[in-house]
């Protein structure tokens, strides 16, 4: 008897895992070379990471999952639910979002389609890109200034990289600028230019749409420019 109440309990738990509910959002594609594991649909909740569905994938890598999207925002495609493991960082929106990818690369470069937000996300991401590489360079040639013990070094390499990071700033600005119908454009000024001027986020915030400053990273990006000022006048 208890062996049957614990066969009973493990199919409950396998049936939950890969139920689907109805939902606004379909995120569908293939992970190939996926002979078998769990996909889990994740987003933030506050701080809090959260599972919205999950599917149990055999043999095809073939998956569809769902959820109800109010406002454009960031999803997780992820294994057994770890987000810091392998994972796909999407856009999530109403309709139908197609990603397909390979395990053995899983999350590095996938193909995804069907939201427009990403596209926004994935062309500032590529020149993005470039900045990382251009800061680990300058991470390297600190390091050997600092070796060296060459101070002259030291300090060309220390200005060159303020430079770099100003550049940086003007180009994220000028990008969010140029995209303010976009929910992307309020998600890169949160993420990218929190600890720059707030003359500069105050200019992109003012440039967003009247319905991107409704959606959840618009309103975010408010209360956050609203909370630095509030700091600066006490």
Do not use: H, W
Not at 54 to 64: A, L
Not at 84 to 101: A, E, Q, Y
Not at 144 to 170: C, G, H, P, S, W
């Amino acid at each position: 008897m208890k062996k049957i109440i614990v066969v009973f309990a493990a199919s409950l738990l396998i049936l939950a895992c890969s139920s689907k509910k109805e939902g606004n959002m379909i995120v569908e594609g293939t992970i190939k070379g996926l002979k078998k594991g769990t996909l889990y649909l994740q987003k933030m909740n506050d701080t809090a990471m959260i599972s919205v569905d999950s599917m149990q994938v055999y043999g095809d890598g073939n998956f569809t999952l769902t959820d109800n999207v109010d406002s454009p925002v960031m999803y997780y495609l992820t294994f057994n639910g770890n987000a810091m493991d392998k994972r796909i960082l999407f856009f999530g929106n109403k309709g139908t979002i197609t990603i397909n990818d390979d395990i053995d690369t899983f999350g590095f470069s996938p193909e995804i389609t069907g939201s427009s937000n990403q596209l926004v996300l994935n062309d500032y991401m590529n020149i993005n890109n470039q900045f990382r590489n251009q800061r680990l360079e300058f991470i390297k040639k600190q390091f050997e200034a600092v070796q060296a013990k060459d101070t002259d070094l030291i300090e060309k390499v220390k200005k060159d990289f303020n430079r770099m990071v100003r550049r940086k700033y003007l180009y994220t600005a000028n990008f969010a600028l140029n995209n303010g119908t976009s929910e992307a454009a309020a998600y890169i000024a949160l993420t990218e230019l929190f600890d720059a001027n707030i003359k500069l986020l105050d200019t992109v915030n003012k440039s967003l749409s009247s319905e991107v400053k409704k959606s959840i990273y618009g309103k975010r990006l408010d209360d956050y420019i609203n909370e630095i000022k509030a700091q600066e006048n006490k």
